[in-house]
């Protein structure tokens, strides 16, 4: 099991795209993040989510639901 899990969880329940900061996430895990999440935010694309910018200025995280793809035929 990812050490990440009860983040890739809880972003599962949003609705729409968001933002968390990194002490929220911290919240979450119960630690802080680490560079490891750069590999482990791969895991999220399971979920049906992107993470996508990572601010390390404003210390946050965005999280993207991506659309799926409009077939026109």
């Not at 694309?45 to 200025?57: A, F, L, P, R």
């Amino acid at each position: 099991m990812s050490k990440y899990k009860p983040l890739w969880d809880y972003v599962e329940t949003q609705d729409a795209d968001f933002v968390l900061t990194y002490d929220q996430i911290e919240e979450i895990l119960g630690f802080s993040i680490d560079h490891s999440f750069l590999t482990y935010k791969k895991e999220l694309s399971e979920y049906g989510w992107q993470v996508g910018k990572i601010s390390m200025k404003n210390r946050t995280v965005s999280f993207i639901k991506p659309q799926l793809p409009i077939d026109l035929q």
